[in-house]
């Protein structure tokens, strides 16, 4: 946990089914350090969704940090 206050800058997709939010934080390998982070979730049915957590590496590639997939219960 940090006291950082995260400003998001997000986007959908034209078909309404990603949503992608973009921010930058403290980098949670080097202290004092800025890295960027792109959260993804996709809505893949009414009872489906899937969330992408990435940070971008020194070397410009995307590095999932964590994937999650949730799935409504009925």
Known sequence: MSGFLW???GSVDDAGKVLTLES????????????KFKDVTEFKSD??????SSMQGEDGK?????TGS?????
């Open 7 to 9: 400003k998001y800058v």
């Open 24 to 35: 930058e934080g403290p980098c949670p390998m080097k202290p004092g350090q800025m890295s």
């Open 47 to 52: 009872g489906h969704r899937v969330f992408t």
């Open 62 to 66: 995307w590095i999932t940090i964590m």
């Open 70 to 74: 949730a799935h409504r219960k009925l």
